[in-house]
């Protein structure tokens, strides 16, 4: 039994991490990604050897590392320690985290050779593979936790390498400041969901006295009956946590911007792992959840709602991260409300799933920016004449790459098709089994709109997928686009493999990982494969498919010619195209009264009143001294009789007291 | 009775020599007149059965303290000094607030000391050199090094003070006398304070 | 025999008259000689106490008295020559020029 390996998976990342933090300056660019790989692929090794630990032992075992905050007073006990749980759940997120993590780390060894080159300072390629690495440790603290202080701190961690990762170009973008005020954005934005976070915290320490997942699950029932309020409002609160990190509504606005880090971030950070943390939260609380069907509901209809409206901004997208950005935050909405209605398994599954070919898709476009980029440089230089406005990430620049990139193309074509659904692909089983979920808990509302949302998921893959590859391209740079190097093609066509294959995790009737995750997870209920819901499917994806071809691949798309979809649409696709005007409207009803109150703390309280006040002291002290200094005569016969009746006074205390 | 007289004989001439110390235009007067105080104090000393203190007031203070003030004032030559008209509220308010000290001071020992309380030599010998030397070399040995260091001190700085501005030989000079205070201080410990006074 | 209070007595008169000294004359070295009168008064009250309580601490204190008193005087002494120097005075009152 391998149990006592288990914090390695959070060790190995860490010895990377501080290697190369020390010495990474003399190991070149290749040394630095090869520890960096090294350090994550050994995480994974550790957590293979831990699910086949587990896979003769389901029971889960919590390896005790140290003591971390041991506090006992007669009046109640706060007793952490900072102690690995290995159960399926957890192990299951360790596999994703470590096996994707290890392949975009090799990708990101290719990936960031040309980009730091291209943003012109070679020297941060060190410090972005210290982050990943920092980011591995913080996802597998997170993962691994057996309290949720601990998990909060692994949240808080990847928050944190989030906001730096999203900020690696911080002197870049929009003026100069875009990236960074992207990092920002979905640092605050994150920080108002890790409010929920810490309140529930505090609630169930009020109402279970312990942090421990032990405690509190086996205590769950107990408690409900007792308060049901309390389960209530930590389920809810919890949920807020869950739509920060998982960028649901309402607090979704920051993840299309977070796609101001590099490539490989948004495939590591902003679609595979971290963003399913909230996913991970909720089925990981599944023992309060069960407990509140209200909250239960509330959880499938925020992640039903934002499955479907984050799908319409997508379809009218013209950066090619961005229309895969609004994609996860739809595929999350899917995962959130599959854990919302119970449905576990289905939703782990997709969160698998989507991490294999959300991954790779985010991947194959860094290749077909980089691939672009390359081109563009080519062009720029034989032209003589810098394009400033060209923009290696917009479709409508790209075009016909399918011939210039034959490698990302077939495999950016397996991701796509797995995302939307097409049998025997990956997505097809995940996204069905929560369709059939819907249906068997009797959720017919949220059914429609994750059909509805599976419907638009195929066709603005699709939609991307010609823009992108087919048609003749739109612009110089798309023409001399170039293929990108094996070291980046490789992991590319590993992870189609997974997002092929991937649907045999769970296959209908075989029901793998709902084994696997039941020893975990109690209660579960396997999904029925319903046939014609099924078929509906795909022929939802297909027919989506269908249109895109119609509207995009038919014809493609000429240089300089508007979207064909808003003729049809008209003022609903500016609707979509413009993100619904959410933003603005945050930036309304939000950030314009916070700046206004802010305005108001700063002006008339910070400076009228504190201000003034140690202002006044000031003047008052400059006042007094200018008054007093009159005393300092320069005679001294002042000034021993000053000492003479200081004298006289205190041996009249003396003599009279 | 005799003792009576003899205290009174003393303390007369001692604030006789006070007063005309202190209102003598010509400072070689006061310092002889103060001359004339520290000696009747030190009779008054040997009344008290300190002969040690009595001595030494005559020779550190009669001596050694007294004639380096007269040296000064012969040396400065100014001996008087033209009256002067500033502050002129200090010297009122000076007097009354030294009567408030006189006032507070009689009234304590008048109300807080036991009249009756008498002085006595006691039977045994009392603070001979002999026991005031061992307590100094036992008892008080850390503070009696102190003023060892502390005279050390003193010398260098009355030296440096009153050199003359000389610009870099009067710097050269300092550091070599820090130089030698530096090396010599574990010396000068050994020293007995007398010899000290002396160099003073 | 004498009482302690007829000591005490004249060390506050002595006290008294230093201070009066202090206080009144503008003669740098007269003021100086002024405190050792001062001085010689609390010395006076020691001893009387060591007497008294039959205490050698009382004398014991009076010869660092002494010998702090000698050290003073040797720097204060200094500094009047060098005052003397640059102010061709030893009046107090002319020492002004460091004031407020």
């Known amino acids: ?657 | 009775m005799s003792a009576l007289i003899f205290f009174f004989t003393f303390a007369l001439i001692a604030v006789g020599a006070a007063v005309g110390m202190l209102f003598s235009r010509n400072a070689i007067y006061a310092a002889l007149l103060l001359i004339v105080n520290f000696a009747s104090v030190a009779f008054l000393y040997l009344s008290l059965g300190a002969p040690f203190i009595a001595l030494a007031q005559v020779t550190v203070y009669a001596g050694a303290i007294m004639v380096l003030f007269l040296f000064v004032i012969m040396l400065l030559g100014a001996e008087r000094l033209p009256p002067s008209q500033e502050l002129p509220w200090q010297r009122p308010l000076g007097i009354v607030l030294a009567f408030l000290l006189l006032i507070e001071a009689v009234y304590g020992i008048v109300f807080r000391v036991n009249s009756a309380a008498t002085l006595s030599l006691p039977v045994v010998e009392f603070a001979t050199p002999a026991e005031i030397g061992s307590a100094l070399f036992s008892t008080y040995l850390l503070p009696f090094e102190i003023t060892s260091v502390l005279l050390l001190v003193a010398v260098v700085g009355a030296i440096v003070l009153t050199r003359a501005e000389g610009g870099a030989r009067r710097r050269a000079l300092v550091s070599q006398i820090t130089q030698a205070v530096a090396t010599e201080v574990p010396e000068h410990k050994a020293e007995t304070p007398e010899e000290e006074k002396e160099l003073v | 025999m004498v009482p302690l209070s007829y000591y005490l007595m004249l060390s506050a008169v002595m006290f008294f008259l230093g201070v009066l000294g202090v206080m009144l004359r503008r003669n740098a070295i007269i003021i100086f000689m002024s405190l050792e009168l001062m001085f010689n008064a609390a010395n006076l009250a020691f001893v009387a106490f060591a007497l008294y309580y039959h205490s050698l601490s009382g004398q014991i204190f009076v010869f660092f008295v002494m010998t702090v008193a000698a050290a003073e005087v040797a720097v204060g002494l200094a500094l009047i020559v060098a005052i003397f120097r640059t102010k061709h005075s030893i009046n107090v009152d002319q020492l002004s020029s460091l004031k407020g």
């Not at chain 1, 998921?457 to 740079?477: E, I, L, N």
């Open chain 1, 1 to 657: 039994m391998y149990f006592n390996l288990a914090p390695w998976v959070i060790i190995f990342p860490l010895i990377g991490m501080v290697v190369n933090l020390l010495v990474g300056k003399r190991l070149g660019e290749i040394g630095i990604g090869a520890i960096a790989s090294l350090a994550a692929g050994l995480s994974f090794g550790v957590a293979v050897l831990l699910a086949f630990s587990l896979a003769a032992h389901p029971e889960a075992v919590t390896v005790q590392v140290a003591e971390w905050i041991p506090i006992y007073t007669p009046l109640g006990n706060l007793a952490l320690s900072w102690a690995v749980r290995v159960d399926t759940l957890s192990v299951t997120m360790m596999l994703v985290v470590a096996g994707v993590g290890t392949l975009i780390h090799i990708y990101a060894i290719g990936y960031m050779h040309q980009d730091v080159r291209h943003n012109g300072d070679p020297g941060r390629f060190r410090r972005f593979f210290v982050y990943m690495n920092l980011f591995i440790l913080a996802m597998m603290v997170l993962v691994s936790a057996d309290n949720y202080l601990m998990t909060f701190v692994g949240w808080e961690g990847v928050g944190l390498c989030s906001y730096l990762l999203i900020g690696f170009w911080f002197e870049k973008g929009q003026d100069g400041i875009g990236n960074a005020k992207a990092a920002k954005k979905a640092f605050i934005a994150n920080r108002v969901g890790d409010f929920g976070f810490l309140i529930a915290m505090f609630l169930i320490f009020s109402a279970f006295g312990s942090l421990r997942f032990e405690d509190i699950f086996s205590r769950a029932a107990q408690v409900a009956q007792a308060q049901p309020g309390i389960i209530l409002a930590i389920t809810l609160f919890m949920l807020l946590a869950v739509t920060g990190k998982s960028a649901q509504l309402p607090l979704y606005v920051w993840l299309p911007d977070a796609m101001a880090g590099p490539t490989p971030v948004s495939a590591l950070i902003h679609a595979a792992t971290m963003v399913t943390a909230g996913v991970y939260l909720v089925a990981r609380s599944n023992a309060l959840y069960s407990l509140a069907p209200v909250a239960q509901n509330t959880v499938a209809w925020v992640g039903a709602a934002t499955a479907l409206f984050a799908a319409t901004i997508a379809v009218a997208q013209y950066d090619i991260k961005k229309v895969l950005a609004y994609s996860t935050i739809s595929q999350l909405g899917f995962m959130v409300a599959a854990v919302g209605m119970g449905a576990f398994a289905a939703g782990m599954f997709h969160l698998v799933t989507h991490a294999f070919f959300k991954g790779l898709l985010f991947l194959s476009a860094g290749s077909v920016i980089q691939g672009v980029e390359h081109g563009e440089k080519h062009t720029g230089a034989a032209h003589g004449s810098a394009e400033a406005s060209f923009d290696p990430q917009d479709m409508r620049n790209m075009g016909g790459l399918r011939s210039r990139m034959k490698v990302t193309f077939w495999v950016y074509l397996a991701g796509a098709l797995a995302l939307a659904g097409i049998f025997p692909l990956a997505g097809f089983f995940s996204k069905d089994e929560i369709l059939a979920e819907a249906m068997q808990l009797n959720q017919p509302g949220v059914l429609v709109f994750l059909v509805l949302a599976a419907f638009l998921t195929a066709f603005y893959m699709g939609r991307q997928v010609f823009m992108v590859f087919f048609g003749k391209a739109r612009s110089d740079p798309a023409a001399h686009a170039q293929e990108n190097p094996p070291l980046m093609t490789l992991p590319l066509v590993a992870l189609a493999v997974l997002s092929v294959i991937g649907g045999a995790l769970n296959l209908p009737g075989v029901h793998t990982l709902e084994t696997w995750l039941e020893h975990t997870i109690g209660g579960l209920q396997p999904a029925e494969f319903i046939l014609p819901l099924a078929l509906l499917a795909l022929a939802v994806a297909l027919l989506g498919i269908f249109l895109a071809w119609s509207l995009y691949g038919r014809s493609p798309l000429k240089h300089g010619q508007v979207d064909p979809l808003s003729k049809t649409l008209g003022p609903v696709f500016r609707g979509m195209e413009r993100k619904w005007w959410v933003d603005e409207f945050y930036g309304k009803l939000v950030i314009g009264p916070y700046h206004a109150l802010a305005g108001l703390l700063a002006q008339p309280v910070d400076q009228g009143v504190i201000d003034a006040a140690g202002n006044g002291l000031g003047t008052l002290t400059q006042g007094l001294s200018a008054w007093l200094r009159r005393v300092q005569t320069g005679f001294v016969r002042s000034y021993a009789l000053a000492v003479l009746a200081g004298g006289v006074v205190i041996l009249a205390y003396i003599i009279f007291r």
